[in-house]
Nanobody
């Protein structure tokens, strides 16, 4: 079982930056691919970024490519999402997730086994 706790959300002006953190419990963190997702009001949850279990491979939605960076720190059992050049359309609740099987993991998918509670990101224009 893995528990995930996000932090780092908040209110920022357009063009600003935020770094989201996702603290994971459990020794198996290092074997799980991780992902970040977001859901804006009235919209479906969408993929933002993902990172392989080793951290060697990263994937991004086209809408955030070049602005967001996903990373993970095994010593701290934490995954991060660095968000730069934020836009009002980035406003959403952001969720981190862990996939329990790196063999069946699809980097651009939405099917994950463990989810955090979400953190609100609001970008003002």
């Amino acid at each position: 079982q893995v528990q995930l706790v996000e932090s780092g959300g908040g209110l920022v002006q357009a063009g600003g930056s935020l770094r989201l953190s996702c603290a994971a419990s459990g020794r198996t963190f290092r074997t799980y691919p991780m992902g970040w997702f977001r859901q804006a009001p009235g919209k479906e949850r969408e993929f933002v970024a993902s990172i392989s279990w080793s951290g060697d491979s990263t994937y991004y939605a086209d809408s955030v490519k070049g602005r967001f960076t996903i990373s993970r720190d095994f010593a701290k059992n934490t995954a991060y999402l660095q968000m730069n050049s934020l836009k009002p359309e980035d406003t959403a609740v952001y969720y981190c997730a862990a996939h329990g099987d790196r063999i069946t993991w699809y980097p651009l998918g939405l099917k994950y086994d463990y989810w955090g509670q979400g953190t609100q990101v609001t970008v003002s224009s």
